[in-house]
């Protein structure tokens, strides 16, 4: 599915988008830090607050992205740091249309589950006595719960799966590879599922659930994720290498006279057999030409 939305909608993609993610941020720090109290006044306008989503006020699906998740000023700039080398090393894995709907994926599922939460609760205050100023309560509280920590948190995940073996330092000190960090966060993450199954608080539920929604559809709806691992991405990256070089080769062969295509098994070319087709196997590790004849039978190159 994703191979076919990337067909019709993959030139609408928005290149290096964790730049537009990590500058928001950077502009919801300045107008939090910078205006004091005009500054916060101005933030509060901008959160995913469902009532006033519901009244009008439809900017916000959009603009709670730009408030930033960390508050002190030093590991807001490490996270952001960090999250813009994460981001950038996903999109150049991914490719920039996969990158875009893993975290525009998120959005969306983050504003549907504020809006399903704020009806599920709304739904339970039909009984009091003022209704609206319940529901602005409502939809202040859950705008609360609903901040861009889980965005980074799908990104930091995302990279886990797509990095296992990546090693970083752990402040700065402890080396740890990406996978036990990640399976780390998953386990806080399940506990605090728990811990609010058992508090019976079901808006923290869905709010977690539905912020990490696109981390589970983008991997389920990706059927052979290998493609994408840092190895598969090295061995297309040298082939192309070796494919451009095996290219110019070619070229100059064929310029003195000789053939540009040449079977690896058997050895025909183009001119002792014009009758045959010769193809690359993008299997093999490496830029290996084959015949028509042997190009689905001969044992790739590891």
């Known amino acids: 599915m994703i191979n076919k939305l990337e067909r019709k909608f993959g030139k609408y993609a928005i290149p290096n988008l964790i730049n537009y993610l990590i500058g928001g941020y950077i502009l919801g720090y300045l107008l939090q830090f910078g205006g004091a109290t005009t500054g916060t006044e ?6 995913l607050d469902p009532y006033m989503i519901l009244h009008g006020q439809v900017w916000r699906i959009i603009t709670w992205v730009l408030i930033p998740p960390e508050q002190n000023v030093l590991f807001a700039v490490i996270m952001m740091v960090f999250y813009w080398q994460l981001g950038t090393a996903l999109e150049r894995a991914w490719g920039t249309f996969r990158f875009n709907f893993y975290i525009f994926g998120g959005i969306l599922c ?6 399903l939460v704020y009806g599920i609760y709304s ?13 602005e309560i409502l939809g ?16 930091f995940l995302a990279f886990a799966m797509t990095y296992p073996e990546e090693q970083i330092l752990l402040y ?3 080396p740890i590879k990406m996978k036990w960090l990640g399976l780390l966060y998953a386990a806080f993450i399940g506990f605090d599922v728990v811990t609010a199954v058992i508090s ?8 977690i659930a539905s912020s990490l929604a696109n981390v589970l559809i983008f ?4 059927r052979n994720f290998r493609r994408y691992s840092p190895k598969e991405f090295s061995r297309k990256r040298n082939f192309r290498k070796a494919y451009d070089a095996g290219a110019r080769a070619r070229q ?6 000789g053939p540009r295509h040449k079977c690896c098994i058997c050895g025909r070319t183009e001119i002792t057999n014009p009758e045959l087709e010769f193809r690359y196997c993008s299997k093999c590790n490496g830029a290996y030409e084959y015949c028509s004849d042997h190009l689905f039978t001969h044992t790739h190159v590891k």
Do not use: C, H
Request: avoid cysteine; proline fraction near 0%.
């Open 252 to 257: 100059k062969e064929s310029e003195k006279g």
């Open 42 to 47: 101005f933030l509060s306008f901008m959160r």
């Open 172 to 174: 700065f000190f402890i």
């Open 123 to 135: 739904i339970s205050l039909m009984g009091s006595g003022n209704l609206s100023a319940s529901q």
């Open 219 to 222: 991997f389920l709806m990706t």
């Open 140 to 155: 202040s509280s859950i705008s609360a719960v609903f901040s861009t920590n889980y965005i980074n948190l799908s990104i």
């Open 110 to 115: 983050s504003v549907i589950g504020a809006l």
């Open 200 to 207: 019976r608080q079901w808006g923290i539920v869905i709010a």
